[in-house]
């Protein structure tokens, strides 16, 4: 009788425990509750840009949640950057160095959060490159995510399934509705 030489198969064990613990470290740094309070805190001024700019308080609020770790990513803590938003060029204000795709790049630094909220709609309509944005129904939120990531606004390539995973958990598209509902009453006054 042959006896096999065979030998356990570990190698395949490494990668497959990373991948089933992967969702865990991406969301370790912030719990459901820090995502329920920082929706809670924000979603006001979300909802203002949203009637101010024609921008979904709910890709705000969920770009916000997901660039900042809920407000506690260094950007967020030490520069009030909610959005991830570098430098580039034009900017004139107070900057931050952080390491992202390459090491110590220059991000913007705003004195409150509430800056950062504006600088960030302002960055959405003042650049080309996101103008089919806003040829999109504002309450088409997959919409919006799938073109901020067609635009190159992250390089994560999950960015757009993170964005709408985040709006469909936490039921965040309720924000879009309120605001839009200002938006109509709004437009009745005038």
């Known amino acids: 009788m042959k006896t096999s030489n065979l030998k356990p198969q570990t190698s395949y064990l490494i990668p497959l425990t990373f991948f089933c613990f992967l969702p865990f470290f991406l969301f370790a740094q912030y719990t459901e509750t820090d995502i329920y309070n920082y929706i809670e ?13 024609k921008i979904p308080a709910s890709i705000t609020l969920a770009q916000g949640i997901f660039e900042s770790a809920c407000g506690t990513s260094r950007l967020a803590t ?6 991830g938003i570098k430098c580039h060029i034009e900017w004139k204000g107070d900057t931050i160095r952080h390491d992202d795709d390459e090491r110590q790049e220059c991000f913007r630094k705003y004195l409150r959060v509430e800056d950062s909220y504006n600088d960030h709609s302002l960055f959405l309509t003042s650049r080309p490159r996101y103008a089919k944005l806003f040829t999109l129904d504002v309450l088409d939120y997959p919409g919006w995510a799938k073109e901020l990531k067609a635009a190159g606004y992250a390089t994560n390539p999950q960015y757009a399934d993170k964005l709408i995973s985040i709006i469909n958990r936490f039921e965040i598209a309720k924000q879009d509705t309120i605001a839009f509902r200002i938006f109509e009453d709004i437009i009745k006054k005038e």
């Open 78 to 83: 030490a520069g009030n950057n909610h959005f």
């Open 41 to 53: 805190t924000y979603k006001g001024i979300a909802i203002e840009k949203m009637v101010e700019y």
